[in-house]
């Protein structure tokens, strides 16, 4: 384990975990689609390019906080091989450095949402080689672990991811450039834009950050602009912005998620997984 990821998992156990704290990411036409929508309704849009999709989401606590089986506590098998899950799973969420599975690669940057949904998402992207670095209250552009480790820990995951790229690209990370104190959309879009250079070869996944208008001290407005720079640059978007502001879907901060809402989050995630990968 790297000095980055002690440091890491040190702070994110420390952190609190109360589904009340704060927190809670195209090119493409989005299809919107109203809470009420079934799964099989379209909640992912995607932009192709000339030879298919290519690249061109907590204030007081750290976080608090957009459609493709295995057993996670067990063995899995890989090619017939037993294969032992040992993947990290801390309250707090986890930084991980190496590919799990078989198949096309494919790489999660999440906040607490994709901490919350990590195991549903394991399940869903068996048949892909799948790493997730992902951690409460942290957002695209920083968060309370960033400031306390000297700078942005997702921008350092992307420069660590570039060393062995993926296919495929999910960016859950937009809520806390929201809701954390000292980030902004501004930020956001930097970030992004370097991210996005990194990873031209890979087809990007980006999930909007929800747009409610109910949790404390989170701008709406701000959430739009996130949102702007989402749609436009990634290459399949799963729209979360309409679905985060459903009661059904999110506890009572308005941002962490519910049991149902883990599955819709990740099951979305998983469609546009596949999405990218063209099944």
């Not at 440091?7 to 704290?21: G, K, M, Q, Y």
């Not at 899950?85 to 599975?101: K, V």
């Not at 399940?123 to 997730?132: G, I, R, T």
């Not at 009572?252 to 809402?261: K, P, R, W």
Request: with cysteine; aromatic share 6%.
């Amino acid at each position: 384990m790297t000095v980055l990821a002690v440091v890491v998992v040190a702070l994110s156990r420390a952190l609190p975990v109360d589904p009340t704290s704060r927190e809670a990411s195209a090119r493409p036409s989005t299809l919107r689609s109203p809470s009420t929508t079934t799964d099989a309704s379209p909640l992912v849009s995607s932009a192709t390019g000339p030879s298919g999709p290519t690249a061109a989401t907590d204030p007081t606590d750290p976080e608090g906080a957009p459609g493709p089986t295995t057993t996670l506590d067990g063995d899995t098998t890989d090619g017939g091989a037993a294969v032992t899950d040992d993947r990290p799973a801390s309250p707090g969420g986890d930084l991980e450095h190496d590919y799990f599975g078989a198949g096309p690669k494919v790489a999660i940057l999440g906040d607490s949402l994709t901490v919350q949904s990590r195991a549903r998402l394991r399940e869903l992207l068996a048949d892909q080689s799948l790493k997730v670095a992902a951690l409460y209250g942290e957002g695209m552009s920083g968060g309370p672990i960033s400031a306390r480790f000297g700078g942005p820990i997702m921008e350092t995951m992307v420069e660590e991811y570039s060393d062995d790229p993926p296919e495929v690209l999910v960016v859950a990370l937009g809520t806390n450039d929201v809701w954390q104190p000292g980030l902004d959309p501004d930020g956001f879009e930097r970030s992004w834009t370097t991210m996005a250079r990194t990873f031209g070869d890979a087809c990007i996944v980006g999930v909007t950050a929800t747009e409610t208008t109910e949790a404390w001290n989170y701008d709406p407005d701000d959430a739009v602009e996130v949102n702007r720079v989402i749609r436009r640059g990634a290459d399949v978007v799963v729209d979360w912005a309409e679905l985060g502001a459903d009661p059904a879907y999110t506890g009572v901060d308005h941002i962490h998620l519910t049991d149902a809402g883990q599955e819709r989050f990740a099951s979305l995630i998983g469609r546009g997984v596949e999405r990218c990968l063209g099944r």
